[in-house]
């Protein structure tokens, strides 16, 4: 039997992300969208391994303490370059970006 997971606001935004906003309202290439999901698949391992699971990850998980961890990690345990770490940077940047447009009370803490 499967449960169902409870969406988070992690979760919400970032299928919007992903399915509506890169490729209606942006324009992004097939391409570009699936490297900001790829990126979005690591953020979330990473997250797991910091004792964050998927179905607990919300937006307020998402410090810059998180992100930095998680661009060092890039380049410490999966070898990334720093074009790599920027362009993966750059995803989590454009999502900042959207929840901002999105939900313009968090724009401080975005």
Known sequence: MLLAMKPTDFSKYLSGFL????AHERGASKNTICAYRDTF??????????????????????????VVGFLDWLQ??????????NARLAAIHAFFSYIQY???EHLYEC
Request: charged letters at 15%; zero cysteines; a positive charge.
């Open 102 to 104: 999105q939900q313009p």
């Open 41 to 66: 698949v690591l953020f979330i391992g990473y997250m797991a391994t910091q004792g964050i699971p998927v179905n607990r990850l919300i937006l307020e998980s998402i410090t810059q303490h998180a």
């Open 19 to 22: 399915t509506g906003y890169l």
């Open 76 to 85: 410490a345990e999966r070898r990334n370059s720093n074009t790599t770490r």
